[in-house]
């Protein structure tokens, strides 16, 4: 909902606690919910889950290519996650939807990103786990992509490349 703008920020920080809360029918204060979204913004870059082979494919990539990141995340949580996670090193420039005013899979995103990477579509590549903003946000843009779909979901009707761990990444470079 927060991609396709049906949801602010405020109240998405809001709702997913309160409509946890509802579902499991746990009365709660107002009061309480704004503390444990703001808690949660606040602790969540500390708590980092990498995918297996993350510092190798990172390391293989910053030798031979420019890395940047596109997110849909809030501003003030990536760059700390990143830290976090030992891994802003790697990066040379990273894009918040919120820098840019529009989410994934708005074209803007990519042309903005592509701007600030002084790249061409035809030299970028996205790498992404969510089709219809990270994929098919890239290929609407001109620019080839590649899924991580490390759940091995089955995507009817694909036109993309597809991994089921990152080192499979190289293979399509």
């Known amino acids: 909902?927060?991609?396709?703008?049906?949801?602010?920020?405020?109240?998405?920080?809001?709702?997913?606690?309160?409509?946890?809360?509802?579902?499991?029918?746990?009365?709660?204060?107002?009061?309480?919910?704004?503390?444990?979204?703001?808690?949660?913004?606040?602790?969540l870059p500390e708590f980092n889950h990498l995918f297996e082979g993350t510092f190798e494919i990172l390391e293989y990539l910053k030798e031979k290519y420019k890395l940047h990141i596109?997110?849909?995340?809030?501003?003030?949580?990536?760059?700390?996650?990143?830290?976090s996670a030992k891994i802003e090193h790697y990066f040379d420039v990273i894009i918040t939807s919120e820098s840019v005013g529009v989410k994934k899979?708005?074209?803007?995103?990519?042309?903005?990103?592509?701007?600030?990477?002084?790249?061409?579509?035809?030299?970028?590549?996205?790498?992404?786990?969510?089709?219809e903003a990270d994929i098919l946000g890239a290929i609407n843009s001109g620019i080839p992509a590649i899924h991580c779909n490390f759940e091995n979901e089955v995507i009817e009707n694909s036109n993309f490349k597809s991994i089921s761990s990152l080192l499979e990444i190289k293979q399509y470079l």
């Open 1 to 43: 909902m927060y991609r396709e703008e049906k949801i602010s920020k405020k109240d998405l920080r809001y709702q997913r606690l309160k409509t946890a809360f509802d579902a499991i029918n746990y009365e709660t204060s107002d009061t309480l919910i704004n503390v444990m979204a703001d808690d949660y913004i606040n602790y």
């Open 70 to 83: 596109i997110t849909n995340g809030f501003e003030e949580i990536q760059s700390k996650k990143m830290q």
């Open 105 to 131: 899979p708005d074209p803007k995103v990519f042309k903005y990103a592509l701007q600030k990477a002084k790249a061409k579509e035809e030299n970028s590549i996205m790498i992404g786990d969510s089709v």
